[in-house]
């Protein structure tokens, strides 16, 4: 083949991710020969012995069009003809599937206890500052009365539920398409069951032709990164409007300086995840378009989704770990918030319902009545309301209607479920930690699950 023609069409510098998963499938898959009868107990042996060798590395070449090939190679070089062997009733369309899944359920595992870590500093941020007088915005305008907790616990439970999305995927990719060979099998009787729960992996997948065809596994991957992605860049814009309103301050770590305004403090960290997390979607665009309108079952063109499942990891396991840091040296500046709050009259909300509770007027009247006398009256609203319910015949309770208009207590007058009261959010940080508490035993459990796979492959006294 052509130099050029050659480079574009390997996969090889890509393959380096997958360099030892292949090891692992070919030491599976030569067992699986054996039992079937394929091939002698000696050339097994030889053959799994060679193998476990090749797990401390192998050189990979463009030139050999892919580990696949580069790793056949080199066996052949260590323990000579019965090398060729381990292409029986193999392909490298399932070997290759195969390996992209026992290396992705793994890294998988990686940014899930990255995600952790993160939730992790978010609860412990916000079980200091469960207190801690904040606000809420919508339309980036001053909402209601909050704290510091209420706003950093509602990203926990977003973050959380990326976990689901990852376990999801996570199973959906820990299922073997080992056996399927090229696409329809193959003569020898290999125990595709004994090969799959060989690599660890809970099941197969049952058509020999989607086996090799399918990607959707990666694609539920990539989708629960890009849902963890738009929400590191939503918790990343807060971040930096938070920063420019003076509600929050970062160490100096993650803010740098202007090479030409010495006062500023610019939140440069939290401006690139916010714009990385573009990156990982385009990954999810480009994977599902290279696969769409592809016929099944393998074509070269699937080669080009791996390396975006590889690149969404890495740039989300930097994301994620930035911004926990970012999270455990944040500072509230609750004089700030507080200031804003009266400013902004975020307990507007709070007088309108208490009128209407307490002198049975609608509540689209009483929204009305508070609308107008913040108009009339800007911040001494409070005395125009009083006049305007006098000319209604209601003698108001000043003192109740200011304490009403007090944003500071506001907070602890709202027991609403999942809201900024002090008990909610400790209710909330309990449930967060239950939860935390469950992912990290699936970590455990699987981690430990694929461990002793690779340990009882390498030492099951095969030779
Ligand atoms: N390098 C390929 C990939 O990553 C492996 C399968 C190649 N199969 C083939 N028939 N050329 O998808």
Not at 194 to 211: K, M, P, Q, Y
Not at 323 to 329: D, P, Q, V
Not at 430 to 437: D, F, P, Q, R, Y
Request: charged content about 25%.
């Amino acid at each position: 083949m052509d130099d050029l023609a050659l480079r574009i069409t390997s996969s090889a510098e890509a393959d380096r991710r997958i360099q030892n998963a292949v090891v692992y499938v070919n030491m599976a898959h030569v067992v699986g020969l054996y039992n079937a009868g394929a091939i002698s107990h000696e050339v097994m042996s030889k053959l799994m012995q060679g193998l476990s060798n090749e797990l401390s590395g192998y050189p990979i070449s463009y030139q050999d069009e892919d580990v696949h090939m580069s790793l056949e190679k080199d066996l052949a070089l260590k323990v000579g003809l019965e090398a060729g062997f381990i292409g029986l009733a193999k392909s490298r369309n399932d070997q290759v599937a195969t390996a992209i899944r026992l290396q992705l359920r793994q890294e998988l595992l990686g940014v899930m206890e990255n995600v952790l870590s993160l939730i992790e500093a978010i609860t412990g941020k916000a079980s200091e500052s469960i207190r801690t007088f904040f606000l809420t915005f919508t339309h980036l305008q001053p909402a209601q009365a909050s704290t510091g907790a209420h706003w950093l616990l509602s990203y926990a439970w977003s973050f959380l539920r990326d976990l689901e999305r990852l376990k999801l995927a996570y199973q959906m990719t820990d299922i073997s398409p080992l056996g399927s060979a090229a696409s329809a099998g193959s003569i020898v009787q290999v125990d595709r069951y004994f090969e799959a729960e060989a690599l660890g992996f809970s099941g197969i997948v049952e058509n020999t032709i989607d086996a090799v065809s399918a990607r959707d596994f990666i694609f539920d991957s990539i989708y629960a990164m890009s849902s963890a992605a738009v929400n590191l860049s939503r918790l990343s814009a807060d971040i930096v409007a938070y920063m420019a309103l003076g509600l929050i301050d970062l160490d100096d770590r993650y803010v740098s300086t202007s090479s030409l305004m010495p006062q500023k403090r610019n939140p440069v960290v939290a401006e690139i995840v916010r714009a990385k997390s573009a990156n990982i979607m385009s990954n999810l665009l480009s994977a599902m378009e290279i696969a769409r309108g592809l016929n099944l079952s393998y074509n070269l063109d699937l080669q080009e989704i791996t390396p975006k499942v590889w690149a969404s990891v890495d740039e989300i396991n930097d994301m994620l770990r930035v911004t926990a840091l970012m999270i455990r040296g944040l500072k509230f500046n609750e004089d700030r918030a507080k200031e804003i709050a009266i400013k902004g009259l975020v307990t507007a909300s709070d007088v309108a319902e208490y009128i209407s509770i307490k002198y049975g007027i609608a509540f689209r009247e009483a929204h009305h009545m508070v609308g107008e006398a913040v108009r009339t009256c800007g911040e001494s609203y409070i005395n125009c309301l009083i006049e305007s319910l006098k000319s209604m015949g209601i003698n108001a309770d000043a003192e109740e209607l200011s304490k009403m208009a007090d944003p500071i207590s506001s907070v602890e007058r709202r027991s609403t479920t999942g809201g900024p009261h002090p008990r909610e959010s400790l209710r909330q940080i309990s449930a967060i930690e239950l939860k935390v508490k469950e992912f990290e035993d699936f970590l455990e459990l699987n981690s430990r699950k694929i461990e002793k796979t690779y340990q009882s492959l390498i030492n099951r006294g095969w030779y």
